[in-house]
T-cell receptor
Framework: DGGITQSPKYLFRKEGQNVTLSCEQN?????MYWYRQDPGQGLRLIYY???????QKGDIAEGYSVSREKKESFPLTVTSAQKNPTAFYLC??????????????FGPGTRLTVL | AQSVTQPDIHITVSEGASLELRCNYS??????LFWYVQSPGQGLQLLLK??????LVQGIKGFEAEFKRSQSSFNLRKPSVHWSDAAEYFC??????????????FGKGTKLSVKP
């Protein structure tokens, strides 16, 4: 079955440590996205990538980094510079650059807790 | 700047009652509009979308939404709510500007509770 997988589902990290969240899709989608979700805040865009080897900052990129070396994969690193990293992280993908008309498909999410 | 407003943070309805969730958007052109649903601890699932044409859109799980340009609204409706509809609902508008086309701007969500 085609879809998006995120791992792990739950992640615990000590303050000062970097941690990488995995996102893989087998939908053959060009575009991939990372969102952060906090209670009552909706979804906020961290980074997005519309094509392999290219990515752009979203609204809240500070303290995060990404790579897009393969079409299927878009890992997110939460660095020690992120002041308040505890949140629910969602990865999504869509077909491509069709202007705003693309449905985004979402993974099941990773809940990150900083201890 | 584009924005999406969902005025109701939390709504409670009785099972079998009708439902309307409100969504207002701010966008200069004809928007692409979406409704997603999220169960606790899960990802988002698309309920329906509007690109053009008929302003009444049918979606999955018996949901529908109506695009009203004059009111900049895209309200979600269901005639009879089931207990399994309890979830959080997000309205989103699709970005068309070069460089970020395909991105979505989300509202902050409306949590739906269903009373037996």
């Amino acid at each position: 079955d085609g879809g998006i997988t995120q791992s792990p589902k739950y992640l615990f990290r000590k303050e000062g440590q970097n941690v990488t969240l995995s996102c893989e899709q087998n939908l053959n989608h060009d575009a991939m996205y990372w969102y952060r979700q906090d209670p009552g805040q909706g979804l906020r865009l961290i980074y997005y990538s519309q094509i392999v080897n290219d990515f752009q900052k979203g609204d809240i990129a500070e303290g995060y980094s990404v790579s897009r070396e393969k079409k299927e994969s878009f890992p997110l690193t939460v660095t020690s510079a992120q002041k308040n990293p505890t949140a629910f992280y969602l990865c999504a993908s869509s077909i491509g650059r069709l202007a705003g008309g693309n449905e985004q498909f979402f993974g099941p999410g990773t809940r990150l807790t900083v201890l | 700047a584009q924005s999406v407003t969902q005025p109701d943070i939390h709504i409670t309805v009785s099972e079998g009652a009708s439902l309307e969730l409100r969504c207002n958007y701010s966008y200069g052109a004809t928007p692409y509009l979406f409704w997603y649903v999220q169960s606790p601890g899960q990802g988002l699932q698309l309920l329906l979308k509007y690109f053009s044409g008929d302003t009444l859109v049918q979606g999955i799980k018996g949901f529908e939404a109506e695009f009203k340009r004059s009111q900049s609204s895209f309200n979600l409706r269901k005639p009879s709510v089931h207990w399994s509809d309890a979830a959080e609902y997000f309205c989103a508008v699709g970005v068309k500007e070069l460089g970020s086309q395909g991105n979505l701007i989300f509202g902050k969500g409306t949590k739906l509770s269903v009373k037996p």
